[in-house]
């Protein structure tokens, strides 16, 4: 939670309404509170890749419909001829634009890579962006 208000994200508390919301795990628990969250005529971004089923109730599905939600999904990059996010995102990088330093948590030595791993794989460890590098800045 500290780390997502230092990137401007606010709490959400029970009770709270917001006219926005994004679902980034992929758990059906997770969606129904968002849609319990959003007010009416808002909207939810489905971000989370489910590694499951995901199941909405009978209210869930209601919520939706009464309070006349716009759902919609993304997807993590596009990389084609005619859209590169990939490339795009280097650009920006590289030119000062985007500056991604505020969400990498980890930089790793390319030699340390199965620390890497242990930590991407280890749900007890907070990480966002785990970044290999070589002996180059």
Known sequence: ITYAKELGFEEFTEGTKVD????????DSALTVALDAVKPLGGI???????RPVTLSQDAYWNIMRKQLYVTGTWNSGYGSTQNDWKASVDAMASGKLNVKAVVSHVIDLKDANEAFKI??????????VILKTGEE
Do not use: H, I
Not at 20 to 27: K, L, R, S
Not at 120 to 129: A, G, M, S, W, Y
């Open 120 to 129: 991407l794989t280890d749900r007890n460890v907070f990480k966002n962006r």
């Open 45 to 51: 971004v489905l971000m989370g890749n489910p590694s």
């Open 20 to 27: 926005y919301a994004v679902e980034g795990t992929g758990f």
